[in-house]
């Protein structure tokens, strides 16, 4: 199993700041994934980072708008830069199991409130 | 692109009632996770499915995974309010794994 933290837990923040958001994990793993949940919908995949290399946006999401960082194999932060209410979301960091049932763990989340 | 919807959105049901949910994919999927989510908490990971027409048990918990690999269901016998929640399937197809919007089930006392 792998256990996954994040910080913040919460946060309240203005229009047009940005927010990094940290994801540490107990194990060290491949591939990291970020997912963004909005309030009463289902989970979408931001992107995929992976340790030393550029993360791999999905569709209707840009570098410019969620940078990420993947310094090591235990780590990584997604930063939602220039906010406005409408990025209000749970965002959640995910990893691939490492034992043999490929199962796949999420983070706490991050609640995100912006005015 | 890769699409998996699941039915019904919501359902509430008396306790001691069973619940089903149900997702059907747009392309054959290499395999279905499924996951509870409590309220205010995150995606926890049940169980996966990779073979088809591939069915197993958890408890009052019975998974499916059809015969052509892009429909999957979850069923509940005699649901508890600990069975509260929303359930997600997650279908990886190429490259990447696509959640249903999820089911968010309500058990009545």
């Known amino acids: 199993s792998a256990v996954i933290s994040q910080k913040p837990s919460r946060d309240i923040c203005q229009r047009g700041t940005s927010l990094t958001i940290q994801c540490q994990v107990d194990?060290?793993?491949?591939?990291m994934f970020w997912y963004r949940q909005q309030p009463g919908q289902s989970l979408t995949l931001i992107a995929t980072?992976?340790?030393?290399?550029?993360?791999?946006?999905e569709s209707g999401f840009v570098i410019d708008k969620f940078p990420i960082s993947r310094p090591n194999l235990t780590f990584s932060t997604l930063t939602v830069s220039n906010m406005s209410p409408e990025d209000s979301s749970i965002y959640l960091c995910?990893?691939?199991?490492?034992?043999?049932?490929?199962?796949?763990?999420f983070g706490p989340g991050t609640r995100l409130t912006v005015l | 692109g890769q699409q998996v919807m699941q039915i019904p959105q919501y359902q509430h049901v008396q306790e001691g009632e069973d619940f089903t949910t149900y997702c059907n994919s747009s392309?054959?999927?290499?395999?279905i996770q499924w996951y509870k989510q409590r309220p205010g908490g995150h995606p926890v990971f049940l169980i996966q499915?990779?073979?088809?027409?591939e069915v197993k048990k958890q408890k009052r918990l019975t998974f499916q995974f059809g015969e052509a690999k892009k429909n999957s269901s979850l069923h509940i016998t005699a649901t508890q309010t600990t069975d509260v929640g929303t359930y997600f399937c997650?279908?990886?197809?190429?490259?990447?794994?696509?959640f249903g919007i999820g089911t968010k089930l309500q058990v009545i006392p």
């Open positions: 997650a279908g990886q197809g190429y490259q990447k794994v696509t």
């Open positions: 392309t054959t999927l290499s395999n």
């Open positions: 995910s990893v691939d199991g490492t034992d043999t049932t490929d199962t796949q763990y």
């Open positions: 499915l990779v073979k088809s027409g």
């Open positions: 194990s060290q793993v491949t591939m």
């Open positions: 980072a992976n340790q030393g290399s550029e993360a791999t946006y």
